[in-house]
């Protein structure tokens, strides 16, 4: 319980900080957008390189990290085909909500509740990893190929043909700056030799805003005044907040019960899934202004979610 408040209060204060800035103004109308820039284009590239790239690839292949895997992916898709086909909602909304669903704050408030649970934060690396390789990059090809059709009805062109979108998605994707800072980070932990520490140091430096930033800027997205459109829609919210207390875990220790995980290695399954939608689902959604109040409430109706349910999984499985 210590660690759950420890980290949950460090993180309000945070985000109480941003809400001053914003209810204030001291920082101009538009520094909310200029904050999730930054994070967005370069404090979330560092981290990325400066976390993949020293990572050991192999803990992909373990059987917490099957289970991380395989559960979060069960939770997306369902997110998708619910907001997709039951709720009706654009693919730049299902896009957020797929994330908000399954991209788990694994760094604020993972890091210091394994390392207290648990002893160590080795249990973080496949959801981040998994986070930062597969649905990071996904979400960024569908957001970059849905504001470049926006773009095109915009300026009045005419649609590319099959091969020039493909094309187009593909150089718009590959300049994107977390895709960069994952592919990046993929080859440095491949290589073959250990990469000195003076290489990370100004990666880790600049990596480090990444989190408060995005905690920041939550902060000043509360303290704008909310508007009939701004709201988010209370089903697609009930979803997402379902999805994450209650389903994922529920999928991780079943799944993780049935590969004969037990002990500490099914209660780091289940903790991890158990944590709060991460902030840069908001920094993503206001880049691409896309589904930005679901971004913005999913991330504390989550959080707020995620101390009933982590204080459950620690009493039962701890």
């Known amino acids: 319980m210590p660690a759950v408040l420890s980290a949950l209060g460090t993180i309000a204060v945070v985000v109480a900080a941003g809400w001053f800035v914003g209810r204030t103004g001291v920082l101009g109308e538009n520094a909310q957008r200029v904050l999730a820039a930054t994070a967005f284009t370069v404090a979330t590239p560092a981290l990325l390189i400066a976390t993949i790239g020293r ?47 399954s991209y788990v704050n694994a760094g604020n408030i993972g890091i210091p509740l394994t390392a207290y649970l648990l002893g160590s934060v080795v ?44 094309g187009s998605v593909l150089r718009r994707t590959l300049r994107n700056p977390v895709i960069i800072g994952t592919l990046t980070g993929i080859v440095l932990a491949a290589l073959p030799v250990t990469l000195p520490a003076v290489v990370f140091q100004p990666l880790e430096l600049l990596g480090a805003a990444a989190p408060p930033l995005a905690l920041l800027t939550f902060g000043m997205s509360l303290a704008a ?49 158990a944590l709060p939608t991460a902030q840069n689902v908001l920094v993503y959604a ?4 896309q589904g930005t109040a679901l971004a913005r409430d999913a991330g504390l109706v989550t959080t707020v979610l995620a101390v009933p349910s982590l204080l459950v999984i620690a009493a039962v499985l701890g």
Do not use: C, K, N
């Open 55 to 101: 990572t050991d690839l192999h803990l992909l292949l373990s059987r917490s990290a099957l289970v991380t895997f395989a559960s979060t992916t069960l939770v997306a898709l369902v997110a998708a085909a619910v907001l997709r086909l039951v709720r009706r909602r654009p693919a730049g909304d299902v896009v957020v909500g797929v994330l908000a669903s």
């Open 225 to 273: 005044p909310r508007v009939v459109g701004e709201q988010a829609p209370r089903g697609d919210l009930a979803l997402v907040a379902a999805l994450r207390a209650v389903v994922h875990p529920a999928l991780a220790i079943g799944l993780g019960t049935l590969l004969g995980l037990h002990g500490e290695a099914l209660l780091a399954v289940a903790v991890v899934s």
């Open 286 to 289: 206001i880049q691409y202004r």
């Open 123 to 166: 249990s973080v690396v496949p959801p981040t990893l998994y986070q930062q390789l597969v649905l990071g990059p996904l979400a960024m090809v569908v957001l970059d190929a849905r504001r470049r059709a926006s773009d095109q009805v915009v300026a009045g062109t005419a649609p590319a043909g099959a091969l020039g979108t493909l």
